[in-house]
C-alpha cells in the first residue's frame, strides 16, 4: 500500500497545470486556466483548472476531480496506477507490494536510468573526447555553440563500444542497456556492442522531458551507411506517437495556437536558436496518427514544411491527409528552392521567416490548386478533373461534416475558372468518395470480425466454406439496436400510464432511428391514447416484430451488472429512479435526433439555390446550439420533472419508485 504521507506528496509535487496541459490545450483566465473538455465534444470551452486549489471542472458535463483523478481518466487506468504514472513523472520513488508490477516497474525505471545514462555519456563525449573532433567541426559549421548543444543534450557516440564498458563500470545492467537498444547482441554469440558507434547523437524526449531514445548522424559521409539511425521499439519508447522537439515547442504551441512541422532534428534545433519554438519534426518515422494526436493536445493548427523533392512531397500529401482525418486545420508552405528551415532561419532571420509564413502558407485547398498549376495538371480536361477529385478525396477526410462543406464550396469557388456550374458537382463527386469510403471501412470492418471469429472458434470448425459463410452473411448476424431506444419501450411497458405520458410529451416517433422499435413506439402511444392493454403478454401474442423485439426488451430489463454482483453477490438494481432512467435514455435519443437533422440540412445545402442557403446555415447554427445544449446539460435538468413526481417531491427522491408504481396500480 501507498502511504498517505506518500499520496500527498506526489499530489503537492504534481503540477495539475501541467499534466492537464498534455491533454487539453489551456488558455489563462483569472486565476486560473480554460479549456475545451477531454471528456465531450464542446466548442466553447467550459473546462477549468484552478491550480490553486489543485482541481479541475467541467461545467458542462460536470466531470470535476484532482489530479490523480483526471490521470485516471484520461488514461483509463487505477488510482494506484495513477499514483505511479505521477510519481515516475516528477521523479518520487514509490514502493510496489505487487511482483509482477514491481518487476515492470523496476524494469523500466532500470531503463529510463539506462538512456540517462547514455545521454550524459554521449554529451562528456563530445566535449572530452578526441575522437569527437569531428563531430565538433560539424557542429561548429552549423553554428550550434555549447548553449544549444546542452540545452539539446546533443553528444557523440564513440567507436570500441565505450559506452557499454562505462555502463558496466557504473554497474548497470546489460539487460537494461539492450532494453533500451542501447547494446545489441553480437552475431557471433560472444557478447555485446554499442548501437550507436561514431555518430553525432540528437537525445529524443518525451513531453515531460524524459530521455527515451537517441537518433544518430553519421559524420563520414563517405561510409556505405545509413545517414541516420534510430532506437528501435522500447518499452518506453513508440516511434510512432513520439514527435521530435514537442518537450520544447509545447508551451509555445499552446502560446501561438499553432505547430510547425518540419522534416529534419537540425531544422527544430536552428529554429529554436533563433526563436521560433513551435516547431517539431516526426521521429524518424512519416507522420503518423498518434503524433498528430500528440500535437492536437497543445494546438489544433498544423503547418506543414517539406522538401521540394518528390519525397518530400509524398510525404506532405501523407501528412496533410493524417491531420485533416485527426481534425486539425492545415496549412502547407514551400520554401524558395534550394531553402530549407535550417537554411532559410541562418539566411534571414526569424522576421523574414514569420513573415514569408504569413504571406505564403495557403490551406490545403489552395496549396493543392497551386501545385497542380505548377506542375501543368490544370492546363487539359484530365489533368483538372485528376487534381479536383484528389482534393475532394482530402476533403472526405475531414471528420466535421459543416467543415467539409465550407471547403467544397472554398474549392468551388477557387476552380470556377477551370470550370462551369454550380458547387453541386462537386457535393455529389464528394457522396461517391465518401460512400466509397464507409463501404471500404464496412469491408476493413467485417474482415477482421471474420478473422477474429475464426480466432476464437473451434479449431475443428475453423476454416470450413460453410462456417466462413456464417461467419459473413448479414441474415445470420443479430441486429444491434440503439440501447436507449430499447430503454424507452422498456421503461414505457413496465412503468404504466404515467411513465408513457412523460416519455410522449418528450419525443416523437421521428426520434427512433430503429424502425421496428419506432413502430413498437408508435403502437404503445396509440394503444395508451385508445385505453388499451399495453402489457408484455399482450405484446407476445402480437405478430411480428413484436415478439422477437420484446426478446430484447425484456434484456434490457433484466441487465446486470457482471462486475457489481462479482464484488456483491447481488444484481445491479437499474431502476432506483425510473424518471431519472427515463431521462437518461431520452438525453441520447433527443441528441441523436437534432444530429440526424442537421445533417439533413447539410446535406439539402449542397442542392439548394443560393437565396435558400442563407436560411439553411442559420437552421444548422441554430440546431447546433441546441445539440451543445443537450451535450453540456445534465440529463435530470434537460427535462423537467412530470407533475406527479412534482407532486410528490417532499417524500425524497428515494420514493420515485414506488410512488409510480402505486399510482399506477
Same mark, same amino acid.
Given at each position: 500500500?501507498?502511504?498517505?504521507d506518500?499520496?500527498?506528496?506526489?499530489?503537492a509535487?504534481?503540477?495539475?497545470?501541467?499534466?492537464?496541459?498534455? &491533454?487539453?490545450?489551456?488558455?489563462?483566465?483569472? #486565476?486560473?486556466?480554460?479549456?475545451?473538455?477531454?471528456?465531450?465534444?464542446?466548442?466553447?470551452?467550459?473546462f477549468?483548472v484552478?491550480?490553486?486549489?489543485?482541481?479541475?471542472?467541467?461545467f458542462?458535463?460536470?466531470?470535476s476531480?484532482?489530479?490523480f483523478? !483526471?490521470?485516471?481518466?484520461?488514461e483509463?487506468?487505477s !488510482?494506484?496506477?495513477?499514483?505511479?504514472?505521477?510519481?515516475? @513523472?516528477?521523479?518520487?520513488? $514509490?514502493? %510496489?507490494?505487487d511482483?509482477?508490477?514491481?518487476?515492470?516497474?523496476?524494469?523500466?525505471?532500470?531503463? &529510463?536510468?539506462?538512456?540517462?545514462?547514455?545521454?550524459?555519456?554521449?554529451?562528456?563525449?563530445?566535449?572530452? #573526447?578526441?575522437? /569527437?573532433?569531428?563531430?565538433?567541426?560539424?557542429l561548429?559549421?552549423?553554428?550550434?555553440?555549447?548553449?544549444?548543444?546542452?540545452?539539446?543534450?546533443?553528444? &557523440? /557516440?564513440p567507436?570500441?563500444?565505450?559506452?557499454?564498458?562505462?555502463? +558496466?563500470k557504473?554497474?548497470?545492467?546489460?539487460e537494461y542497456?539492450?532494453?533500451? %537498444?542501447?547494446?545489441?547482441?553480437?552475431?557471433r554469440?560472444?557478447?555485446?556492442?554499442?548501437?550507436?558507434?561514431d555518430?553525432?547523437?540528437?537525445p529524443i !524526449?518525451?513531453p515531460?522531458?524524459?530521455?527515451?531514445?537517441?537518433?544518430?548522424?553519421?559524420l563520414?559521409?563517405?561510409?556505405?551507411?545509413? *545517414?541516420?539511425?534510430?532506437?528501435?521499439q522500447?518499452?518506453?519508447?513508440?516511434?510512432?506517437?513520439?514527435?521530435?522537439?514537442?518537450?520544447?515547442?509545447?508551451?509555445?504551441?499552446?502560446k501561438?495556437?499553432?505547430?510547425?512541422l518540419?522534416?529534419?532534428?537540425?531544422?527544430?534545433?536552428?529554429?529554436?536558436?533563433y526563436?521560433?519554438?513551435?516547431?517539431?519534426?516526426?521521429?524518424?518515422?512519416?507522420?503518423?496518427?498518434?503524433q498528430?494526436?500528440?500535437?492536437? =493536445?497543445?494546438?489544433?493548427r498544423?503547418?506543414?514544411? &517539406?522538401?521540394?523533392?518528390?519525397?518530400?512531397?509524398?510525404?506532405? +500529401?501523407?501528412?496533410?491527409?493524417?491531420?485533416?482525418?485527426?481534425?486539425?486545420?492545415?496549412q502547407?508552405?514551400?520554401?524558395?528552392?534550394?531553402?530549407?528551415?535550417?537554411?532559410?532561419?541562418?539566411?534571414?532571420?526569424?522576421?523574414? !521567416?514569420?513573415?514569408?509564413?504569413?504571406?505564403?502558407?495557403?490551406?490545403?485547398?489552395?496549396f493543392?490548386?497551386?501545385? /497542380?498549376?505548377k506542375?501543368?495538371?490544370?492546363?487539359?480536361?484530365a489533368?483538372?478533373?485528376?487534381?479536383?477529385?484528389?482534393?475532394?478525396?482530402?476533403?472526405?477526410?475531414?471528420?466535421?461534416?459543416?467543415? =467539409?462543406?465550407?471547403?467544397?464550396?472554398?474549392?468551388?469557388?477557387?476552380?470556377q475558372?477551370?470550370?462551369?456550374?454550380?458547387d @453541386?458537382e462537386?457535393?455529389?463527386?464528394?457522396?461517391?468518395i465518401?460512400?466509397e469510403?464507409?463501404?471500404?471501412?464496412?469491408?476493413? #470492418?467485417?474482415?477482421?470480425?471474420?478473422?477474429?471469429?475464426? /480466432?476464437?472458434a473451434?479449431?475443428?470448425?475453423?476454416?470450413r466454406?460453410?462456417?466462413?459463410?456464417?461467419? #459473413?452473411?448479414?441474415?445470420?448476424?443479430?441486429?444491434?439496436?440503439?440501447n436507449?431506444?430499447?430503454?424507452?419501450?422498456?421503461?414505457?411497458?413496465e412503468?404504466?400510464?404515467?411513465?408513457?405520458?412523460?416519455?410522449?410529451?418528450?419525443?416523437?416517433?421521428?426520434?427512433?432511428?430503429?424502425?421496428?422499435i419506432?413502430?413498437?413506439?408508435?403502437?404503445i402511444?396509440?394503444?395508451?391514447?385508445?385505453?388499451?392493454?399495453?402489457?408484455?403478454?399482450?405484446?407476445?401474442?402480437?405478430?411480428?416484430?413484436?415478439?422477437?423485439?420484446?426478446?430484447?426488451?425484456?434484456?434490457?430489463r433484466?441487465?446486470?451488472? $457482471?462486475?457489481?454482483?462479482? *464484488?456483491?453477490?447481488?444484481?445491479?438494481k437499474?431502476?432506483?429512479?425510473p424518471?431519472?432512467?427515463a431521462?437518461?435514455?431520452?438525453?441520447p435519443?433527443?441528441?441523436?435526433?437534432?444530429?440526424?437533422?442537421?445533417?439533413?440540412?447539410?446535406?439539402? $445545402?449542397?442542392?439548394a439555390?443560393?437565396?435558400?442557403r +442563407?436560411?439553411?446555415?442559420?437552421?444548422?447554427?441554430?440546431?447546433?446550439?441546441?445539440?451543445?445544449?443537450?451535450q453540456?446539460?445534465?440529463?435530470?435538468?434537460?427535462?423537467d420533472?412530470?407533475?406527479?413526481?412534482?407532486?410528490?417531491?417532499?417524500?425524497?427522491?428515494?420514493?420515485?419508485?414506488?410512488?409510480? *408504481?402505486?399510482?399506477?396500480?
Amino acid at each position: 500500500m501507498i502511504s498517505d504521507d506518500k499520496k500527498e506528496e506526489i499530489r503537492a509535487t504534481a503540477d495539475i497545470v501541467e499534466v492537464v496541459g498534455d &491533454y487539453v490545450k489551456l488558455k489563462k483566465s483569472g #486565476s486560473g486556466f480554460m479549456g475545451l473538455c477531454p471528456f465531450h465534444n464542446e466548442k466553447t470551452p467550459s473546462f477549468h483548472v484552478t491550480p490553486r486549489l489543485g482541481i479541475y471542472k467541467c461545467f458542462g458535463c460536470g466531470e470535476s476531480g484532482d489530479v490523480f483523478n !483526471f490521470v485516471m481518466q484520461m488514461e483509463g487506468i487505477s !488510482f494506484p496506477e495513477s499514483l505511479r504514472t505521477l510519481a515516475e @513523472r516528477y521523479g518520487i520513488d $514509490i514502493p %510496489d507490494d505487487d511482483d509482477r508490477d514491481e518487476e515492470q516497474t523496476q524494469k523500466k525505471e532500470g531503463i &529510463y536510468y539506462a538512456l540517462k545514462f547514455a545521454g550524459l555519456f554521449y554529451h562528456t563525449q563530445l566535449h572530452e #573526447s578526441e575522437e /569527437a573532433d569531428k563531430a565538433r567541426i560539424y557542429l561548429d559549421k552549423r553554428g550550434y555553440g555549447k548553449k544549444i548543444q546542452r540545452s539539446f543534450g546533443l553528444g &557523440y /557516440a564513440p567507436t570500441n563500444n565505450l559506452l557499454l564498458k562505462a555502463a +558496466q563500470k557504473e554497474g548497470i545492467k546489460e539487460e537494461y542497456l539492450a532494453e533500451a %537498444d542501447l547494446i545489441k547482441p553480437s552475431n557471433r554469440g560472444d557478447g555485446f556492442y554499442d548501437t550507436f558507434r561514431d555518430r553525432l547523437i540528437f537525445p529524443i !524526449f518525451n513531453p515531460s522531458g524524459k530521455v527515451i531514445a537517441f537518433a544518430g548522424r553519421i559524420l563520414n559521409e563517405n561510409k556505405k551507411s545509413a *545517414k541516420y539511425i534510430n532506437s528501435a521499439q522500447t518499452p518506453v519508447y513508440n516511434k510512432s506517437e513520439v514527435v521530435f522537439g514537442v518537450n520544447f515547442a509545447k508551451n509555445e504551441i499552446r502560446k501561438e495556437e499553432e505547430v510547425i512541422l518540419v522534416e529534419g532534428y537540425t531544422d527544430v534545433i536552428t529554429m529554436n536558436m533563433y526563436g521560433i519554438k513551435n516547431v517539431v519534426a516526426s521521429s524518424g518515422t512519416s507522420l503518423t496518427n498518434g503524433q498528430i494526436r500528440i500535437l492536437q =493536445r497543445y494546438g489544433n493548427r498544423i503547418i506543414m514544411i &517539406y522538401d521540394a523533392d518528390s519525397a518530400g512531397q509524398a510525404a506532405m +500529401q501523407r501528412g496533410m491527409n493524417i491531420a485533416l482525418e485527426e481534425g486539425m486545420e492545415v496549412q502547407l508552405m514551400e520554401l524558395p528552392d534550394g531553402e530549407d528551415p535550417d537554411s532559410f532561419v541562418k539566411q534571414f532571420g526569424k522576421e523574414s !521567416f514569420l513573415d514569408y509564413k504569413q504571406k505564403h502558407a495557403e490551406d490545403f485547398v489552395s496549396f493543392s490548386i497551386q501545385k /497542380a498549376e505548377k506542375e501543368g495538371k490544370m492546363e487539359n480536361a484530365a489533368g483538372r478533373s485528376a487534381a479536383i477529385k484528389k482534393i475532394l478525396e482530402s476533403i472526405a477526410l475531414i471528420p466535421n461534416e459543416l467543415d =467539409r462543406q465550407f471547403y467544397v464550396q472554398d474549392l468551388h469557388q477557387k476552380t470556377q475558372v477551370y470550370r462551369k456550374g454550380s458547387d @453541386r458537382e462537386l457535393f455529389n463527386q464528394l457522396d461517391i468518395i465518401l460512400a466509397e469510403k464507409k463501404r471500404q471501412d464496412r469491408f476493413r #470492418s467485417a474482415r477482421e470480425n471474420r478473422m477474429e471469429n475464426r /480466432a476464437s472458434a473451434n479449431p475443428q470448425q475453423t476454416g470450413r466454406p460453410e462456417d466462413t459463410r456464417s461467419l #459473413s452473411s448479414p441474415s445470420q448476424k443479430a441486429v444491434k439496436r440503439p440501447n436507449y431506444e430499447l430503454e424507452i419501450i422498456r421503461l414505457m411497458l413496465e412503468y404504466g400510464p404515467s411513465m408513457r405520458q412523460f416519455i410522449g410529451h418528450n419525443i416523437g416517433e421521428d426520434h427512433f432511428t430503429d424502425a421496428d422499435i419506432r413502430l413498437f413506439y408508435t403502437d404503445i402511444i396509440q394503444r395508451h391514447i385508445d385505453e388499451k392493454e399495453i402489457s408484455i403478454d399482450h405484446y407476445m401474442n402480437r405478430e411480428k416484430p413484436f415478439p422477437s423485439l420484446l426478446s430484447d426488451v425484456i434484456m434490457e430489463r433484466y441487465s446486470v451488472s $457482471i462486475e457489481l454482483a462479482k *464484488k456483491t453477490g447481488g444484481v445491479f438494481k437499474k431502476d432506483r429512479n425510473p424518471v431519472l432512467t427515463a431521462k437518461s435514455a431520452m438525453k441520447p435519443l433527443r441528441l441523436s435526433y437534432c444530429e440526424s437533422k442537421r445533417k439533413d440540412i447539410a446535406n439539402n $445545402i449542397k442542392n439548394a439555390e443560393d437565396d435558400k442557403r +442563407q436560411k439553411l446555415y442559420e437552421a444548422i447554427t441554430k440546431l447546433q446550439k441546441e445539440i451543445s445544449r443537450i451535450q453540456k446539460t445534465p440529463s435530470d435538468e434537460l427535462f423537467d420533472d412530470p407533475d406527479f413526481i412534482k407532486k410528490n417531491d417532499s417524500m425524497g427522491k428515494g420514493t420515485f419508485e414506488y410512488t409510480m *408504481k402505486t399510482r399506477d396500480n
